[in-house]
């Protein structure tokens, strides 16, 4: 009796488990199924045309008395403003930096030779903030003119024309759009391939915004590398990763 009622049990333990484990894995299953996802990103790209350009230019005069380098220094700077004037550019356009000094003797580092070197460098920057890009850009060429009444800029490191395009905020919509279509483009075709259809849209991903130089090679010269500010003209790119469950 004792027996038959211990196999009783067991047997309903077994059937009782079988019976959950059928319900578990079909339950599975259907999770399984519903959670069928793919992933995939959308890309757009747009060129456009700088809106500001930013000249910086550096005046240098050097004299051993300091006196007598702060008029020259004055004469230099009213040249190149009277140069940029008569070229077109506002007074509003044009930013006058502080002077700089520098003195030789004071610098401990500098070996000063008072026979071949001037004690006193002085610096003057001028900077041109325009949204009349294509002009600066004109007017920067035209420095050869400069040297004809004895001013001779810097054209090294960071004092060249750089333009920025900073609009983006009015195509970021558009782009924003024609990205996540794309992105619903491919993932459509994945489910055609597989057999299935395309099911809600479950998680969107907005990538960085970049803006780099058309022609980046425009940026590689003697100074250095200025990667996306020497080309006037634009590319602006956004990815965006988005994710559809598939049916």
């Known amino acids: 009796m004792e027996k038959r009622s211990l196999i009783v049990i067991i047997m309903g333990l077994v059937l009782a488990f079988g019976l ?10 259907r999770f399984k199924k519903e959670d069928r996802t793919i992933s995939v990103k959308g890309f757009s790209e747009r060129e456009v045309k700088s809106d500001l350009a930013v000249w910086t230019i550096q005046c240098r005069v050097a004299d051993n008395d300091l006196s007598e380098a702060s008029k020259s220094i004055e004469l230099v700077k ?28 004071a610098q401990e580092y500098i070996n ?8 006193y460098i002085v610096d003057k920057v ?15 060429r035209m420095t050869d003119d400069l040297l004809k009444v004895g001013v001779v800029l810097n054209n090294r490191g ?14 970021k919509p558009e782009m ?4 996540t279509q794309n992105a619903r483009k491919a993932a459509e075709t994945f489910a055609d391939e597989s057999n299935s259809s395309l099911g809600k849209l ?3 991903n907005q990538g960085l915004f970049s803006i780099v130089d058309r022609d980046e090679s425009l940026g590689q010269g003697d100074g250095g590398y200025f990667a996306n500010v020497a080309d006037i003209y634009k590319k602006v790119r956004v990815v965006v990763s988005v994710e559809y469950s598939i049916e």
């Open 176 to 179: 924003l759009t024609e990205a």
């Open 126 to 140: 001028i900077q041109v903030r325009s949204g009349d890009v294509d002009k600066i850009l004109s007017v920067s």
């Open 78 to 105: 009213n040249k190149v403003v009277d140069f940029l004037s008569v070229n077109g550019i506002k007074s509003d356009e044009i930013i006058q930096k502080d002077l700089t000094v520098s003195d030789k003797m």
């Open 20 to 29: 959950n484990a059928a319900i578990l894995g079909r339950a599975i299953q």
């Open 202 to 204: 479950k998680r969107a």
């Open 158 to 171: 960071d004092y060249f024309v750089k333009f920025y395009f900073t609009k983006l905020n009015e195509i």
């Open 112 to 119: 000063y030779d008072s026979d071949r070197n001037f004690r």
